[in-house]
């Protein structure tokens, strides 16, 4: 693995929103999601929560494949964008996977599953029985472009998975 591979693996351990964009004949749609980075093995999974129902879901093409992208928050200085943008494959996590998966992101969202098993207000128990009904989604990126303007401006690289 390249060093700029590993910063990028980093990169995605450290954040938290992925944005995922697809498209349908109503038109285009994005939506911010929690993700936990699975970067242990060779290969990149971002798992996240989310309804069946839901527009992001609901839109994806038969061959599942959307666009997504993760970026740091910007300090006023150009040097500080980092982000990563990927062509995807959207897949629900399979049984045997469900409970790495599961412990994996609620290690990284414990507020997640308080919400889900602990509430402390109706509306926190509302948020919760949302959650408890959502799917585990794997997205495995195909294609992932990392800006990192940390040492010089438009710094990028690019991978084929």
């Given at each position: 693995m390249?060093?700029?591979?590993?910063?990028?693996?980093?990169?995605?351990?450290?954040?938290?929103?992925l944005t995922i964009a697809t498209a349908?004949?109503?038109?285009?749609?994005?939506?911010p999601l929690l993700y936990v980075a699975d970067t242990v093995s060779d290969k990149v999974s971002l798992y996240f929560?989310?309804?069946?129902?839901?527009?992001h879901i609901q839109s994806l093409p038969s061959n599942r494949h959307a666009?997504?992208?993760?970026?740091?928050?910007?300090?006023g200085h150009w040097q500080s964008?980092?982000?990563?943008?990927?062509?995807?494959?959207?897949t629900e996590v399979d049984s045997q996977e469900q409970k790495r998966v599961?412990?994996?992101?609620?290690?990284?969202?414990?507020?997640?599953?308080?919400?889900?098993?602990?509430?402390?207000?109706?509306?926190e128990r509302q948020i919760g029985i949302a959650f408890s009904k959502s799917i585990f989604y794997c997205m495995s990126?195909?294609?992932?472009?990392?800006?990192?303007?940390?040492?010089?401006?438009?710094?990028r690289s690019e991978w084929r998975l």
């Open positions: 390249s060093k700029d591979f590993s910063e990028m693996l980093q990169f995605l351990r450290t954040q938290s929103v349908e004949i109503r038109g285009s749609w994005s939506t929560l989310s309804s069946a129902n839901s527009r666009a997504a992208s993760v970026y740091s928050d910007y300090n964008i980092r982000g990563v943008q990927m062509e995807a494959i959207i599961e412990a994996l992101y609620f290690n990284r969202f414990p507020e997640v599953e308080t919400l889900i098993n602990a509430p402390l207000s109706e509306q990126p195909s294609f992932i472009r990392f800006t990192n303007n940390t040492n010089q401006f438009a710094g």
